[in-house]
């Protein structure tokens, strides 16, 4: 999870998940789920003139799975259902994605 409070002028920057070609613009509020195995980086936020306002800000949260997660032994919510039901991904699926 990444939040930026930036100035409007400066290139808010990117996250790279570099195997799959592929990046997110790093706006305000940004949330990605994937996994940490891939390779993966960013850029910082850039400012056009080079000199940066001191109330200017970045912060990352990294989120890490439980243990139930890792050893297979859990459920997984995927997407959402109609009427507030929630499609979840078993322990035996995990290899089908």
């Known amino acids: 999870m990444a939040h930026s409070d930036i100035p409007e002028d400066y290139h808010p920057g990117r996250f790279h998940l570099i195997e799959l070609g592929v990046y997110v613009v790093l706006e305000e509020l940004v949330c990605i789920n994937f996994t940490g195995l891939r390779y993966h980086g960013g850029t910082p936020p850039t400012c056009p003139d080079g000199i940066p306002v001191h ?43």
């Open 55 to 97: 109330w200017a800000y970045r912060f990352i949260l990294i989120f890490y799975p439980n243990n139930r997660m890792l050893d297979g032994a859990s459920l997984h919510a995927f997407a959402s259902l109609p009427h507030g039901g929630l499609f979840s991904i078993r322990p035996e699926m995990m290899n089908a994605l």
